[in-house]
């Protein structure tokens, strides 16, 4: 199984990015999905998270700003992040839980991709 991470970059505060994750592999289903990150210096922290349902949660600080939503047909999650803040520069990871035949749940991560917003 492999997730593979796409869409950061370097971006001015108050601009927008759209962070985009696949799953690969052979995969017999997703449950939770997610973004989390990890600041210079900081410890890596929640960003959103989206059920196979749709049932969303995000950190206090994103709220309003950033959007997750999934693609359960291609075992995709996408984060759209509007109104970018220098403090939200971090490396950005996606994670999901889900089920394999071979290891049953797990949960599996990304590579990570830079957000950088410039003042």
């Known amino acids: 199984v492999q997730l593979q991470a796409s869409g950061g970059g370097l971006v001015l505060a108050g601009g927008s990015l759209r962070l985009s994750c696949a799953a690969s592999?052979?995969?017999?289903?997703?449950?939770?999905m997610g973004w989390y990150r990890r600041a210079p210096g900081k410890q890596r922290e929640l960003v959103a998270t989206i059920t196979s349902g749709g049932s969303t949660n995000y950190a206090d600080s994103v709220k309003g700003r950033f959007t997750i939503s999934r693609a359960n047909a291609r075992n995709a999650v996408h984060l759209q992040m509007n109104s970018l803040k220098p403090e939200d520069t971090a490396v950005y990871y996606c994670?999901?839980?889900?089920?394999?035949?071979?290891?049953?749940?797990?949960?599996?991560w990304g590579q990570g991709t830079l957000v950088t917003v410039s003042s």
């Open positions: 994670a999901a839980s889900l089920w394999t035949r071979a290891r049953g749940t797990n949960d599996y």
């Open positions: 592999g052979s995969i017999g289903g997703v449950n939770v």
